[in-house]
């Protein structure tokens, strides 16, 4: 009761309601510790908090694969269209020649072989820049990929930090048991 009367003197003569919740409120402090939490709650923020950002890393490191991935197999498939598609325009070449000399009837016309070789260095330049403009897509591709994922490690590396500077700078309490 002493207590109670001691809190009601610090209110200054407030009523013994409010002396009870001042002694409630030294109670619950006294059972929690004084001034935040225990070593092991802040080395268990500690952990927990390097397990997110190592989560964070593979999950980076997760997206980066698949985004290389994809670009790889974008290229693949480009890579199968400007074949097929320059061995379609060389079928159409031959063809075409073979009817040309068919309706000449000179199967070494030199306008008819001059215009195959027109054509099929036309082809083939469309074929050189066609496969030239699919490396650098998926050059870019992977480069941004890569860009992404440091940019992402460097966040992740900045948050990581803030969250150590947060749980270091609380100050340990004590408890009484």
Known sequence: MSFIVAGVTAIGGGSLLAGAGVVAGVG???A????????????VQQTAAHEMYQEKLGLL???????????????????????MGTQTGMRGIQAGAATAASRSGLATSGTIEQQTKTQTGDLMAKYKSDMT?????????????DL???KGEMSAEEAYEKEKTDISSQKVGWKLW
């Not at 994809?70 to 890579?79: D, T």
């Open 32 to 43: 929690k510790g004084f001034g935040g939490p225990s070593q092991h709650d802040i080395n």
């Open 28 to 30: 619950s402090a006294i």
């Open 133 to 145: 403009k699919l490396f650098e897509t998926r050059d870019l591709s992977k480069a941004s990929a």
């Open 148 to 150: 992404a994922h440091r």
């Open 61 to 83: 490191g997760e997206q980066k694969g698949l985004a290389v991935q994809a670009a790889q197999s974008q290229f693949a498939g480009g890579q199968r269209d400007v074949s």
